[in-house]
């Protein structure tokens, strides 16, 4: 089973910058795009950002566009999504998403998220 593991988050202050990490606890696995996406309380969970693995063409939701910036590592299967300009708003559980394969299945995995408070 893959599953994903997620790094960073924390505390900042507004304006200030934090990143955070995920990759796949597997060996072997494929990465066809891995993504952020937040959750606030008593919100629904809303898209950030995500990248393509084989290109590094990325996509960003229109509330992050111009502060977060997405990066991969192919060579160590990690993503990492930097945070700057941080606003109270942005203040979530942030989750990593992964679609890949295999064992010659596909998945679409979700980490447990990672807390981000932004706040003064």
């Known amino acids: 089973q893959v599953q994903l593991v997620e790094s960073g988050g924390g505390l900042v202050q507004p304006g200030g910058s934090l990143s955070v990490s995920c990759g796949p606890s597997t060996i072997g696995f494929s990465i066809y795009r891995m993504g952020w996406y937040r959750q606030a309380p008593g919100k629904q969970r809303e898209f950030v950002a995500a990248i393509t693995w084989s290109s590094g063409i990325s996509a960003y939701g229109d509330s992050v566009k111009g502060r977060f910036t997405i990066s991969r590592d192919s060579t160590k299967n990690t993503m990492t999504l930097q945070m700057n300009s941080l606003e109270v708003g942005d203040t979530a559980v942030y989750y990593c998403?992964?679609?890949?394969?295999?064992?010659?299945?596909?998945?679409?995995?979700w980490g447990q998220g990672t807390q981000v408070t932004v706040s003064s």
């Open positions: 998403n992964a679609n890949g394969a295999y064992g010659g299945r596909s998945y679409d995995v």
